[in-house]
């Protein structure tokens, strides 16, 4: 809003996301039924919400989020149409290469064989939004669930350098 008419007149402007929790979701138990009293509506989409406004035509654009080293955890190319768009990032980073992982690009059923990169960590990223020549940045935050134990974070990350590691070599 301080930017005023200024803003409109970009081809693409992306505004900072509020802060998103990791939650932690599951069934409750002996909650199987929407006969038990079970809440039966929409949902919260889980994720960081990413607000994208698009003043040139409608398109393909490519989306980068990056962790604080500036490394891209999650890249996609995201169809938005002109005007303002919710993109939700879902705390799920790139995957890692595997064995086979060629081969399954040739099988018809590829689509079954999609590999998930893991979670995120919670912290601070940037998303990065391409479209055309110009770009467009903002902040990002997550935070874990503050109803559980905080996790081992430097555990987390050492995690991930291994697999990475280990991907490395495939």
Known sequence: AKEGKSLLEKKIVVFDAPEAIMAATKNLPGYYFYGDAMFKGENRQTGSMITVFLSDKEGTVSMNISDESGKVVKSADINLQRGFNRVFWRFDRNPLPSAGQ?????????????????????????????????????????????????????????????????????
Not at 127 to 140: D, H, R
Not at 142 to 156: F, K, M
């Open 102 to 170: 060629a081969i399954q690009g040739e099988d018809q059923r590829g689509r079954y064989f999609r590999n998930f990169g893991g979670p995120a960590l919670p912290g601070r990223y940037i998303a990065s939004f391409k479209n055309g020549e110009e770009t467009a940045t903002a902040g990002l935050i997550t935070r874990y669930d503050p109803r559980l134990p905080e996790p081992d974070i430097n555990a987390l990350k050492g995690n991930r350098e291994r697999a990475e590691r280990i991907a490395s070599g495939i």
